[in-house]
């Protein structure tokens, strides 16, 4: 029934029928059946058309450019049809015919605007009393709706378990293709987490780990962090988890002028060997335009020399220290001992994890991991929820 | 002869000797032979101690945490030894020794700073009349001077072609693995670019496809595209490419207004079929730390519908048509028709492109494509700068 080819692979139910529509100077004036009035510029009417001479059918891409119409283009008539469909007769002559379900999802009046803010997915912050989310492997890989509510878990929350995986060495591929494809890094598509003699990176030995987030040194952290329980005979190496975002939010209220220090002065993170050299300058904290906690990136042995005017310079070690000492609080840590079949998965851009040193004369102790990036874990996530 | 664990992989020659070494309450004022100051704080210095304690040598990673040391610590003693390095004992005995070469390197007084922003890689801007920078194939493959060439007109021109690169299908990998590994997408590790009947996008039709760049719908854009042509027996479908640093910087001299809307007003791009709904919402120019352009998102054929307050919507519109009614401008615009066997390779970040339609009906038409993160990039120049 839902004629407009931009409605691809979503439906938009009709929420409210349209009543009336006002031609003004620049746009027409929608009124709904609950009362809410919407403005549509006929420039942005005009560039959603979604006839088939403006979007072709096939791709669903819009073939329109807006600068091929007139910039002062103006309706000839408006008038809301029988089917309760907005339709427009440009001068000109081009029709455009919109779906009020589709015209309702899209309208920009504050109220509108208001209501999707108001529904999009929230952090759900955790501290040290956190229940970890567990799902089962062989429910992941079947069932659709298990999968997903271990996505939005991911999404929400930051960091789940998941017990029953197999213990054959790549066994994690298959899980993580669940969602979609790797992303390699010079550590490899998946990397084996042991500790070995010539370590590029301090995760390939023993030592414990501070809390930390994986290759800050890129521009994009990777999103999620997968790590699968192999082997696991070696006295310590507990995984610690805290949620950055809690801590983040908490500096922000006990020590605001630290919490936008670490906001705004860039930091360099740097990973290097003999085939690459990595550098990445950019904030511990990231805020998104709603100035809210969007990323953490931290991994403090990746960390360069600060650099910044000398006399920021003080500041910043107080935020700096004052950050690293809040990751130790117990109020914010989840530690836990990962058995053989069990795998970590977490947000790596909010959930910074750690390990204690562990004794590798006790027994061995072997990890593997892999990432993927936010926006596959997304559009997993819709396409699971259409 | 440099003890600095921290010099792993690079040098730092001596620029000028250190000359004296004052103790400050916070800090110590070093003074160089030719006469600059520089400071360095207690906690700075302290943080960056290169002893075998303080960084584990075969990882050269840092193991201490500055918060492990009093928030107040300072030196016993400060001096300059026989060889030159600056030597600090610290209350409580732990001993840090800095080569000069590598202090003068991470001085942050601001002469230094200003010294060091200033020998940052700068993008050369281009129009119409570039001379695009053409790049043999075997000589890249085969000689890392020819590749460093290369590279850096990628970073810092945006536009290269390699001519000369075999026309089996695949070949394409091989000279991207001279920078790195390649980044996947939904679209694969390679794709064809050909037209199909069930075409997941417009790059998959005949048709034109306007200036644009890969992948806006994803957090990062891809950073570099490689478009390698195998067979070209079709009518039409030349390339075209503009420099969308120089458009942005025309832009924000031609019309302030619609530069800054163009910056601070977020568009939706998306791409959606069966399996994915890539969705990203961001700016269409984004600017760095100190303002320059350092990005441009644009695929009129992806973009969503606009989704700004009422009031700000016909400024959108305005800006909006005005960048698209500069793509088109004669003077940015630099088309060639790509031969078998020549290869594009383009800062997707930076470098619009654009195809004109082309007659399936007239000969065939294959092209291939992938893509390399900007971070790869980097680090490969710098691994060949060493």
């Known amino acids: 029934m839902n004629t407009s080819a931009f409605a691809d692979f979503r439906s ?9 529509v006002q031609p003004l100077a620049d746009r027409l004036q929608v009124q709904w059946a609950d009362g809410r009035f919407s403005p549509f510029h006929h420039q942005w009417l005009r560039d959603n058309c979604p006839c088939a001479e403006c979007v072709y059918s096939v791709t669903r ?5 807006i600068v091929d119409v007139p910039e002062d283009l103006v309706p000839n008539t408006s008038r809301i049809d ?7 007769e440009w001068q ?20 509108s605007r208001a209501e999707r803010l108001q529904a999009r997915p929230k952090s759900q912050l955790w501290a040290t009393d956190l229940s970890v989310p567990v799902f089962d492997y062989q429910a992941v890989m079947e069932d659709s709706q298990a999968l997903l509510s271990w996505l939005l878990a991911l999404r929400d929350i930051g960091l789940t378990q998941v017990r029953g995986v197999p213990t054959e060495p790549g066994s994690l591929a298959l899980i993580a293709q669940r969602i979609s494809f790797i992303r390699e890094s010079n550590f490899g598509v ?12 301090n995760a390939y030995t023993a030592f414990n780990l501070p809390l930390h987030s994986d290759l800050p040194t890129r521009e994009l952290q990777p999103g999620l962090q997968f790590l699968h329980c192999l082997v696991n005979d070696a006295v310590g190496g507990e995984s610690i988890f805290v949620d950055g975002f809690a801590i983040a939010d908490a500096l922000r209220h006990e020590d605001p002028e630290a919490f936008r220090n670490l906001c705004e002065i860039p930091v360099e993170f740097r990973n290097k060997d003999r085939h690459s050299d990595y550098r990445c300058l950019a904030p511990i904290i990231d805020l998104d335009a709603l100035g809210r906690v969007s990323e953490v990136r931290m991994a403090n ?4 020399p600060f650099d910044a005017p000398a006399a920021q310079m003080p500041a910043l070690y107080q935020a700096y220290r004052r950050f690293i000492a809040m990751t130790r609080e117990t109020r914010f840590r989840v530690m836990r001992r990962l058995n053989p079949g069990e795998m970590w998965c977490f947000d790596n851009r909010r959930t910074l994890h750690a390990r204690n040193a562990f004794d590798p004369a006790s027994g061995a102790r072997h990890f593997q991991g892999c990432y993927i990036d936010r926006d596959e874990l997304l559009s997993r996530i819709l396409v699971l929820q259409r």
Chains 1, 2 share one sequence.
């Open 190 to 201: 998946l990397f084996n987490v042991q500790s070995k003699a010539n370590a590029d990176s």
């Open 61 to 65: 891409e819009q073939v329109l450019e």
């Open 301 to 304: 042995f990746l960390r360069g």
């Open 82 to 88: 029988a089917q309760g469909f907005l339709c427009v």
């Open 12 to 20: 938009y139910p009709l929420i409210s029928a349209l009543a009336a």
């Open 92 to 111: 000109g002559g081009h029709h455009s015919r919109f779906d009020p379900g589709w015209l309702r999802a899209h309208a920009y009046d504050d109220l």
